[in-house]
């Protein structure tokens, strides 16, 4: 990656001609918006909302399916720059097949959105168990060959630390860490309603900064394999902290909201004041500093 500044799953990242963009507006790396075994629709409208410190989600993983990606999945090589697919299934039978089929196309990285419910256990977040996490790592190893495998954790867990190594343990070349916070809810006290049709969403954007923040310290602490730091990046100040705390590259999403879809650009600048006014020349010996 030219730096460490990465586009995360479910902003813009739907066709090969959206992360082009996003990669000539900065971002050393893309990540295409979740795949699923099969098309599924998302939630009813309204479903994205910004409100003082965040945003508050409930698209609910709408999805072309696998199949229907495959065309897109084939052009991947003409985006210029490292390309991260993302998969979820209800099952680790899902994820398995939905790894299968991409795994052919030779993406630089397989990230696991383990933040969704598996029908096989109650609809338990898999993020949430170790088990279930190692699980859906293993199967998805067993057939992804050459291509790196990284489970996205959910700060969910009651020990993300724990979760993330049982991922390494059974075979995660990465970790990613973290999915939206929550659920969460807002009321318009005037319509006396929640803001959500589907009423329950998850907070991204500045508020769960600090949460990201924990969540890649308690990581580093107990894995040895690199980590893909995402929540509440707007600035190349956060960038930076994340890296502190153990990242070794940074996810943007809500982002590109806050400051545009140069965002990427943007930080990478920031950075490089940063760095120099601090006597750094390497981005990679920001790594894991706030452990010392
Ligand atoms: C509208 C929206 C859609 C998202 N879709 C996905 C998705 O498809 N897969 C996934 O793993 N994460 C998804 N996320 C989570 C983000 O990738 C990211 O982990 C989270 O928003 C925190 O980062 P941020 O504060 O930079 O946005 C989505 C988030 C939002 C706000």
Known sequence: MRNPTVLSSGFLGVNVEMLKRVVQEGAGAVTFKSIGPKVKSGHRN??????EWGMINAVGLPSPGYKD?????????????????????ASVEEFREVAEAVAGYNPAVIELNVSCPNTKAEGMVFGCSEKHSAEVVAAVKDVAGK???MPKLTSQALDVGRVAKACEEAGADAIAAINTVGPGMLINIEAKKPVLDYKRGGISGPAIRPIAVRCVYDIYEVVDI???????????????????????????????????????????????????????????????????
């Open 226 to 292: 690199p980590i893909l730091g995402i929540g509440g990046v707007t600035e190349g100040r956060d960038v930076i902290e994340l890296m502190q705390a153990g990242a070794t590259a940074v996810g943007i999403g809500s982002g590109i909201y806050y400051r545009g879809i140069d965002v990427f650009k943007k930080v990478c600048e920031e950075m490089k004041i940063w760095m120099k006014e601090n006597g750094y020349k390497d981005v990679k010996k920001l790594i894991g500093v706030a452990h010392e």
């Open 147 to 149: 291509v790196p495998v």
């Open 69 to 89: 990606m495959e065309g897109e999945l084939a052009r991947m090589k003409e985006v210029g720059a490292p390309v991260f697919v993302s998969i979820y299934g």
């Open 46 to 51: 309204p479903t994205v909302l910004a409100y």
